[in-house]
């Protein structure tokens, strides 16, 4: 299970990294383990030139009712001692940064001079993620504790949620879902800022530093647009930030101000991270109304090739084509919906199997795991009363 490591399908991916900076690690739980299977995925999926997802896999602290403490590492990791802003090619960065947005280079030499690398970043990008079962995946993410509290959460956040439905066509019970994945709610103490998880992934991991240069810029830029200090920045250890987790490239591309105060805060406003979640799903081809994932059961005579692991793709068949097949659907859709027939690794090499609907995509967007895909959308269906 989830507790040994090192037996994941994205070993490969660890070794292709500063292999001298192997380490050992302490125990994993299950919380570590979906975020690292979940990022990885993403990251793997994403190409060196894809603006990685948003995602819960990115989360620092594990909610509390999931034991784990992914952070706890005896760090071997070797990184430079002193802040960031005494090293040269850190000050090439800041001097580029600084005239390409016309930011003052001397406020941001003073930043860098409080901003060190951090070891464990390095550790935690480099662990091999491993297979979840969906029984595991089920037994954190849809939880009692987060059905309550998502339950709560529609009551204390209904105003902005229900407004950015109006605007956005994405069910309040969505956002919500989501919200109450990536961080529990907004209530996930992250243990560091970006700009200290990012300013190391960008100088300090060769293999991935372009990438993380333009997310330390978008950091910069995101922090002077909307008058935010970029210490108080809270974020994942891959640099994901606040409460929906966005990477900052994504703050960029759709953040929004949801409460009108001429900031976009995703760190401490929920109405900014609703709106924001709501402006992504909404812009990666959410449908109002559409349905998106129901678990199905078999009959016999289906295939491999009858099975697709790309909700996005292009395999999807109308409801009725697969109640031919001897698909049969837990609730009742209109026969001309399109479907995808597919499946998630269960225990004991088990499956269970699913349809996503188009409106599955979206989701699949924000994080390119099928189980993650298949909890967000059945977390929302359970806090629609469904
Ligand atoms: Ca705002």
Not at 229 to 233: K, N
């Given at each position: 299970m989830c507790l040994e490591r090192g037996r994941g399908p994205f070993l490969p991916f660890s070794q292709m990294?500063?292999?001298?900076r192997r380490q050992s690690l302490v125990s994993a739980q299950i919380w570590d383990c979906l975020r690292r299977a979940t990022y990885f995925t993403r990251f793997l999926q994403s190409g060196n030139n894809v603006v990685p997802p948003t995602g819960t896999?990115?989360?620092?602290s594990p909610p509390d009712n999931i034991s784990g403490n992914s952070d706890n590492l005896s760090s071997k990791a070797v990184v430079?001692?002193?802040?960031?802003?005494?090293y040269e090619d850190v000050r090439i960065f800041i001097k580029d940064v600084a005239k390409k947005h016309k930011i003052p280079e001397k406020r941001l030499l003073k930043l860098f001079q409080n901003v060190f690398f951090d070891a464990s970043v390095i550790e935690l990008i480099e662990r091999p993620a491993e297979k979840v079962s969906w029984t595991s995946y089920e037994k954190s993410l849809l939880s009692k504790e987060r059905i309550d509290n998502g339950k709560k959460y529609l009551k204390t956040y209904d105003k902005y949620l229900k407004a950015a439905e109006a605007r956005y066509g994405v069910p309040a019970e969505l956002l919500a879902a989501i919200v109450g994945v990536e961080s529990y709610y907004g209530t996930v103490k992250f243990r560091r800022n970006a700009i200290t998880s990012l300013g190391t992934l960008a100088?300090?991991?060769?293999?991935?530093s372009q990438f993380f240069k333009r997310e330390l810029e978008n950091l910069l830029v995101y922090a002077t647009v909307n008058s935010l200090?970029?210490?108080?920045?809270m974020g994942s250890y891959?640099?994901?930030?606040?409460?929906?987790?966005?990477m900052p490239g994504n703050i960029t591309l759709y953040g929004v101000d949801?409460?009108?105060?001429n900031k976009i805060d995703i760190v401490t406003s929920h109405p900014d991270a609703i709106f924001s979640i709501a402006n992504y799903i909404k812009a990666h081809g959410w449908n109002t109304g559409g349905e998106t994932v129901d678990f199905v059961e078999l009959g016999e005579?289906?295939?491999?090739?009858?099975?697709?692991?790309?909700?996005?793709?292009?395999s999807h068949k109308t409801v009725e084509e697969l109640k031919k097949k001897g698909v049969k659907f837990a609730s009742d859709y209109d026969n001309a919906a399109m479907g995808l027939l597919s499946r998630l690794d269960d225990e004991n090499e088990t499956y269970k199997y699913v349809v996503f609907f188009k409106n599955s995509c979206p989701i699949h967007k924000y994080n390119s795991s099928l189980k993650y895909t298949a909890a967000i959308a059945r977390l929302a269906k359970i806090l629609k009363g469904g």
């Open positions: 990294g500063i292999a001298l896999a990115l989360l620092d430079r001692p002193k802040a960031m802003a005494s100088f300090e991991y060769p293999r991935r200090d970029p210490l108080t920045i891959a640099g994901a930030v606040g409460i929906p987790q966005f949801g409460d009108n105060d005579g289906l295939t491999e090739e009858d099975f697709s692991l790309n909700p996005c793709g292009n």
